[in-house]
């Protein structure tokens, strides 16, 4: 009895989220995806800048030894100017060491915050698609002529496919690859893209690769 109460409460709830959510004439599982879209580059975002923040000290590094290993073979003006570069790249470094923990804390809150999301709106969207007429959104049910999304189900079931882990995984190693002048890895955030040629800009995939290579340029 208590159970089934909590229930409804907890459903009536989530009813109540997604009108709040929607505009007049919207549709709760499009709103839905365009919630965990969001989520997902914001995840990819966090991810790519997190492991961009750590490789700028290593790149530091490499420039530090090269100036200090071209410098035991140069012109002794040359070896000069390259040890000074060298110092100089030592203090960057010290800097970026110092405020690296709190960089790498801040993405870490930004994913956590990122995968809660994207759990929120996986969960809408499961509710909507177990009990579509709970949540006033017949289009979930996949009827013919139902409106703009009759073929929800089938998005709902593509956005579904990974969860908040899986996705932070993927765009970690999608950044490492851009990172490391590799291959992108499997772009899944695109399954949750709407099919009607929607935007795809906001994938884990292309959002790493362009952290990535502003980074790179930057760096380079």
Same mark, same amino acid.
């Given at each position: 009895?208590?159970g089934?109460?909590?229930g409804? $409460? ?6 109540r989220?997604l009108t709040?959510l ?7 599982? /499009? ?8 989520a997902?580059?914001d ?9 961009? $923040? ?7 590094? /490499? ?11 140069a ?5 000069? +100017?390259?040890?000074?570069? +060298?110092?100089?790249?030592?203090e /960057?470094? $010290?800097?970026?060491?110092e ?10 809150d ?17 509710n909507?698609?177990?009990m579509?007429d ?5 289009? +979930? ?8 999304c ?16 899986a ?7 999608? $950044?490492r ?13 695109? +399954? ?5 040629g ?6 884990a ?12 340029r930057?760096?380079?």
């Amino acid at each position: 009895m208590v159970g089934q109460e909590y229930g409804s $409460a907890s459903l009536a709830l989530e009813q109540r989220a997604l009108t709040a959510l929607r505009g007049a004439g919207d549709c709760a599982v /499009e709103r839905a995806l365009e919630e965990l879209r969001q989520a997902v580059s914001d995840l990819a975002f966090a991810e790519a800048a997190d492991l961009i $923040a750590r490789h700028r000290v290593a790149f530091l590094d /490499e420039m530090i030894s090269g100036c200090f290993e071209d410098a035991k073979t140069a012109e002794p003006d040359t070896a000069a +100017a390259l040890r000074a570069a +060298a110092e100089g790249l030592q203090e /960057e470094r $010290a800097t970026l060491a110092e405020t690296l923990p709190l960089e790498l804390s801040l993405r870490a809150d930004q994913r956590d915050a990122a995968c809660d999301r994207i759990r929120a709106a996986q969960r809408r969207l499961r509710n909507i698609s177990q009990m579509p007429d709970h949540f006033g959104c017949a289009c +979930a049910c996949g009827r013919a002529g139902a409106g703009p999304c009759e073929d929800a189900a089938d998005q709902i079931q593509q956005a579904l496919r990974f969860d908040a882990e899986a996705i932070a995984d993927i765009a970690r190693q999608e $950044a490492r690859a851009r990172l490391s002048d590799g291959f992108a890895a499997l772009p899944v955030a695109s +399954a949750l893209s709407p099919r009607r040629g929607g935007d795809t800009g906001t994938t884990a995939a292309q959002v790493a690769r362009r952290l990535v290579e502003d980074a790179r340029r930057r760096l380079c």
